[in-house]
């Protein structure tokens, strides 16, 4: 099945309307402000971009971004959004799979991997390769700001079948979600049953298969150390001014381009 296909990326933004993308873009420029090292940052690469929620308010808060997502799906909604906003000139957007980037142009002074987009890489292989494909772009001292599942988290309070209902102005779209957890392995398979309604007639659904990783702190600082880089902060999410505890189920990671 696919992933983040045209059904799903029709839905995501709607699903994900509460998330707070301007205070994560917040966060973004204090992390790397305070963590990277290679100053001016004036161009970032977003890594795994979907829709564009945190590339374009980015934009216009005066950076130039490269979004990267393989879903031409989510692209295409990121570019709609990005001339809507009049930020076109200051975007560029790239379907690919960033285990194997190749972008022309400059090392990049800043990077972000946001929403699981690490998560996403389910072999140790795939997370070295990710890795060391963002190090070849970013400049000496440049910060990769990311997000992952924090495995001591997911196994304290494991995830779980859930059902979301959102609004839309053509009627609504339901998620369903059941999960089965590899605690061996650090993963989680999650099947996700999307529908689209108008009134009460079923105009389109979808179902896709999502296999999520979850990372240890000792993983994390093992993968920065094979790739070029290192881990500098590892933060609760979204409380990321506090250090990240074992009953976290997201954390907020820099790692250093060195």
Known sequence: MSVFGQIY??????????????N?????????????????????LDL????????????????????????????????????????SSTTDFHQG????????????DAAIMMFAVLDYQTTDDDVKSVLTSVR????????????????????????GARERTV???EGRIRRRTTVTLDEAHHLCSVHFNVQHWRSEA?????????????FFPDEIERFAAA????CVALRCFPDWKRGASESDWTVVGVLRAV
């Open 9 to 22: 990326a029709g839905a995501y933004d709607a699903l994900y309307s509460e998330k707070d993308y301007d």
């Open 24 to 44: 994560e873009c917040d966060m973004v420029e204090a992390l790397i402000g305070e963590f990277g090292t290679n100053k001016p940052v004036r161009r970032i």
């Open 48 to 87: 795994g971009c979907g829709t564009g929620n945190h590339a374009v308010p980015l934009a216009l808060r005066g950076y130039s971004v490269t979004g990267v997502d393989r879903s031409a799906d989510m692209l295409t909604r990121a570019r709609a959004k990005a001339a809507a906003a009049r930020v």
């Open 97 to 108: 799979d960033l285990r194997h980037l190749r972008l022309a142009g400059a090392p990049f």
């Open 136 to 159: 070849a772009h970013l400049a000496l001292g440049a910060a990769l700001v990311f997000d992952v599942w924090h495995g001591p988290g997911v196994i304290a309070d494991k995830p």
């Open 167 to 169: 609004k839309t102005q």
């Open 202 to 214: 079923l105009v389109e659904s979808t179902q896709e298969d999502h296999v999520i990783r979850f």
């Open 227 to 230: 790739t070029g880089f290192q």
